[in-house]
């Protein structure tokens, strides 16, 4: 067999497991220190959904200049998301602080 036939067929063996391969669609949502419930549940609907449509979802909370105070609330207020979404999908990683952001990871979980 041709070395260049050979490296061809590789390649295009490649190229057909590479466009099966799924990709992850990663999906964020936003949430300050001392969201109210309106809000939060507006955004809740909006994670239900991505969950539902098969991405994963970023949850931050962003603390502006002096809200950093309130790392606590922050880190009730995306423990509080990942409960309600218990159903929909599990949490990858949980709440942590990366300079003035808390972020939280969630993969939705196998459809049956």
Do not use: C
């Amino acid at each position: 067999m041709d070395y260049k036939k050979f490296l061809y067929e590789q390649k295009k063996r490649e190229k057909v497991l590479k466009s099966k391969a799924s990709k992850v669609v990663v999906k964020e949502i936003r949430f300050g220190p001392q969201t109210d419930d309106h809000d939060y549940d507006f955004k809740k609907k909006h994670a239900e959904k991505f969950l539902k449509e098969g991405a994963k979802l970023k949850a931050f909370v962003f603390f502006k200049g002096r809200s950093i105070v309130f790392k606590e609330q922050g880190q009730i207020l995306l423990l509080r998301l990942a409960q309600d979404l218990e159903e929909l999908g599990k949490v990858e990683q949980m709440p942590k602080l990366e300079g003035k952001r808390m972020t939280m990871f969630i993969a939705p979980r196998k459809s049956k």
